[in-house]
């Protein structure tokens, strides 16, 4: 691992908003819109979350399962990978690196599980480890990430992994905005605070107003994630199993 997120392939990698909103030929030419393609990753991020949670991993598989699975359709579309696959692969492969390894065969029966009226969901082990190949291609193999955890923030950082600005921003500078976030709700004046650490403000309450809009936007159920009516006709204009 990198000495320091400067030094990192993480760093190297941030992207601007307009690379990463931008909606691959493939799924353009299946009629996937920009916020179609927005509500899969988040449907998908919810998808990794509740997978998650039945094999007991810690937050931070998650987080850099939610990462991989960003980053991969920033290079490669959903027609070609279906997320419906390159989720619970991207846990996997996460699984591995946060060194947290979750079992191929253990996924495949809580997916079967948890989406049993599902077909389109049915994959077996040999089609994670197969993805997972791909995914480590399409990766680049630079499978560093740093994250903006702080014990206190925790709630309000998960959050941020349903939306990109793990792509866009450093760790550090999506950590600042969510203590900016809690400092406003709280009440707390911490100007001075910031002053110190001399970062640009105007960064802050934009990447703060980001996450502000995603909460009034989408109202998702923190449980269920996105109404099954609202996801189900965009995940019915991809194939399965690409």
Known sequence: ????????????QLLDQEDVDKVPQADSDRGITPEEFRLVKIHMSFHIWRLAQQVKVRQRVIATAVTYFRRVYTRKSMTEYDPRLVAPTCLYLASKVEESTVQARLLVFYIKKMCASDEKYRFEIKDILEMEMKLLEALDYYLVVYHPYHPLLQGIVNDTYKMDLILIHPPYMIALACIYIASVLKDKDITPWFEELRVDMNIVKNISMEILDFYDTYKIDPQRGLPEDKIAPVMNKLPSKA
């Open 1 to 12: 691992m990198a000495a320091n997120f400067w030094t990192s392939s993480h760093c190297k």
